[in-house]
């Protein structure tokens, strides 16, 4: 796990000793990435430079050293991830007449693609991998990203010049100048709470999508970038639905639950000390569960426990760590120790993200590093087996309305829409003695206003943009801004599943997955210096997720009901039957309270209305509205602070 960063300068007016000393100022801004070891690459001929930053995970040797040439010297590599298949490849590339001078994966990626290939060698890569390759034979530079987008990478021009790196903070190592925002890109975050892929918050700034290979030819820098795909979730998502699973339940258990141990074995190896976050869910359970069964020695799980009730999984997780046997550690944290993160959230994740999940993540990071180097996470079951409730609340809703015809829904939702939600509130205040009490409790204008909003879409594709969205209409905040299409509304990037179910999991795989779960844990774990491994999101248990029929994720009002069978294996169903928590804090009461005059200042009208980037009469609304306590608007309020607070941080 590392930092990867680098340029070319089409002029080639800089001289080696230039070329290096900006590849090194780049990489500075990412040693949090890489605090082990670091190095630079150029090519003079052409303006190349490239640069690493390493956490020393497997060979800690020099022989591990990047930036690093192929046996030939054809290729140069500068890698971040983890290549878990890398001793079989050893023993196949020895077998074809390969030797090795270390034991380090990037030596093996760099006989394999001498071997056969750059694209037929990824295809046999298992793992999470950013890479930039520079063929000096043929003149090219290739930037991978890996299959699901566990690794970022960033690429675009600036002075001219294409430059590329694991976060945008290498930007700064890079020019003084301060780049443009994309009004576009932040309309996209309002929406979603992160900047989806491909876009950046700058302009002509990118992230390269998973699963793809850029390749760009400093010969004739005037050419875009080539971008092809050498893995695909649509792919992936079509070719599973036709080719469905056959066997039994036990069959698929069986099959599954050997899949996983094996990729949960394979991330278990390394040269330094490992462990695994616990929140006491299903998902990180069965992690733990398969490593303490493949363990010697008491794994080290690490959990963080809030003082709130609402808020606090602590305690579950300390009694499945309990019942496996492992090494466990939590931490209590207190409203203070929970804000004290808030000030180094900007330039921890490198553009606005606001995820308010971002601060747990961060803690339970922090303390697993000062035990291990290597945690493995949970990520990903409930992308690929079905685990958000929004996927049963979403199929309920669209049942129920997608039926009408548009034009009957939009008349309905406008009378819904026209009393205020303050008169219904009235209107249900009188209501309630006459009514049973389970119904006046669901009952309040704010979710008549939301079902009208709900009946006013048109499709499924914008139902459930709408479903996950913060802003609705985002481009009407943003001011001379126009969102562009993203995985939820562009034909190109959609599968054509029409059950909705998977509809909604497979959007979220391609999009909410990459661009806002791994972003968050990668940034978090990064930030400390810490190794973070998702074995559910091994290609492999991708691809025969989506060849599961429906039945085996969600069965008798249970979601994941696969994962549920292999885990209770391990561990028994009492102590798993809870109800489902998020990762969260309370920043509705923080905003009201110890939060009140930051936020304040971070929205003062005066400054929204200076810096030119919002309306701020709809955003001052909902502060006033939050403050007084007749709305919960702290998700879209967080947006708007987080977004300031990385402007302070530029």
């Keep these: ?215 760009i030819n400093p010969k004739h820098p005037g050419n875009e970038p080539k971008i092809s ?114 000030p180094h959230l900007p330039t921890l994740y490198d553009e606005p993200f606001s995820d308010s999940s971002q601060i747990p993540t961060f803690l339970v990071s922090r303390l697993a590093r000062k035990h291990v180097t290597v945690s493995l996470s949970g990520d990903g079951g409930d992308e690929l087996f079905a685990g958000y409730s929004r996927y049963d609340l979403g199929e309920k809703i669209w049942g129920k309305v997608g039926w009408l015809h548009p034009s009957i829904r939009s008349s309905i939702a406008s009378m819904m829409s026209y ?57 009407k905040i943003v001011l001379n801004s126009h969102e562009p299409l993203t995985a939820f509304n562009d034909p190109t990037r959609q599968a054509g599943l029409t059950n909705f179910t998977q509809h909604m999991m497979y959007t979220d795989l391609i999009s909410y997955l990459p661009d806002d779960i791994l972003t968050k844990v990668d940034r978090a774990s990064m930030g400390v210096g810490l190794e973070a491994r998702v074995p559910l999101l091994d290609h492999r248990v991708v691809e025969f997720a989506w060849r599961l029929p429906q039945h085996m994720k969600c069965r008798d009002g249970a979601s994941k009901w696969i994962l549920r069978q292999i885990l209770y294996k391990y561990v028994p169903q009492k102590l798993m039957e809870r109800p489902k928590m998020g990762f969260g804090v309370p920043i509705d009461q923080w905003l009201r309270g110890p939060l009140r005059d930051w936020g304040e200042n971070l929205l003062d009208e005066k400054r929204l209305t200076e810096d030119g980037y919002f309306d701020p009469q709809p955003i001052r609304e909902k502060w006033l509205e939050h403050q007084a306590g007749t709305r919960r608007w702290h998700y879209y309020l967080w947006d708007v602070l987080m977004f300031q607070a990385w402007q302070d941080s530029l």
């Design 1 to 215: 796990m590392c930092g990867i960063t680098g340029f070319f300068d089409p002029s080639s007016q800089r001289s080696a000793e230039q070329l290096q000393a900006t590849a090194h100022g780049m990489a500075n801004f990412i040693a949090n990435r890489g605090p082990d070891d670091g190095g630079e690459w150029v090519d003079e001929k052409f303006g190349i430079a490239v640069a690493h930053r390493r956490l020393s995970i497997i060979d800690l040797s020099p022989e591990g050293h990047q930036p690093m040439l192929s046996e030939t010297g054809r290729y140069v590599v500068v890698y971040n991830g983890e290549i878990y298949n890398f001793p079989d490849l050893r023993r196949e590339l020895i077998e074809r007449g390969c030797s090795f001078r270390g034991h380090s994966d990037t030596e093996i990626m760099l006989a394999a693609i001498e071997t056969w290939g750059l694209t037929v060698s990824i295809k046999k890569f298992i793992g999470m991998f950013a890479f930039a390759l520079w063929d000096r034979r043929e003149a090219v530079l290739h930037l991978v990203r890996d299959r699901l987008g566990i690794k970022p990478l960033y690429y675009g021009w600036v002075d001219g010049c294409f430059i590329f790196g694991s976060e945008l903070k290498t930007i700064k190592g890079f020019s003084k100048q301060k780049l443009p925002i994309n009004r576009d890109a932040l309309a996209l975050y309002m929406r979603h709470n992160y900047v989806p892929a491909p876009h950046s918050i700058f302009k002509n700034i990118y992230k390269l999508l998973p699963g793809n290979i850029l390749t």
């Design 229 to 342: 795909s050498y893995w695909s979730a649509k792919d992936v998502a079509q070719g599973g639905l036709a080719n469905q699973f056959i066997g039994s339940d036990t069959e698929a258990i069986e099959q599954l639950e050997q899949l996983l141990g094996d990729t949960v074995a394979m991330r278990m190896v390394a040269d330094v000390n490992l462990g695994a976050f616990l929140s006491g869910g299903y998902d990180s359970s069965l992690v733990v569960a398969l490593m303490q069964a493949k363990s010697e020695r008491k794994v080290k799980t690490f959990s963080i426990g809030f003082n709130e009730e609402a808020y606090n999984e602590a305690n579950y997780a300390k009694a499945v760590a309990q019942h496996l046997g492992t090494e466990h550690t939590e931490l209590y944290i207190t409203p203070d120790e929970a804000m004290g993160v808030i």
């Design 419 to 475: 009393p205020s939600t303050q008169t219904f509130d009235q209107i249900f205040s009188l209501l309630s003695p006459i009514l049973p009490k389970q119904i006046v409790q669901k009952l309040s204008g704010d979710r008549v206003h939301k079902l009208a909003e709900i009946l006013q879409i048109d499709n499924k594709e914008n139902f459930y943009r709408r479903l996950v969205s913060h802003w609705k209409d985002p481009a």
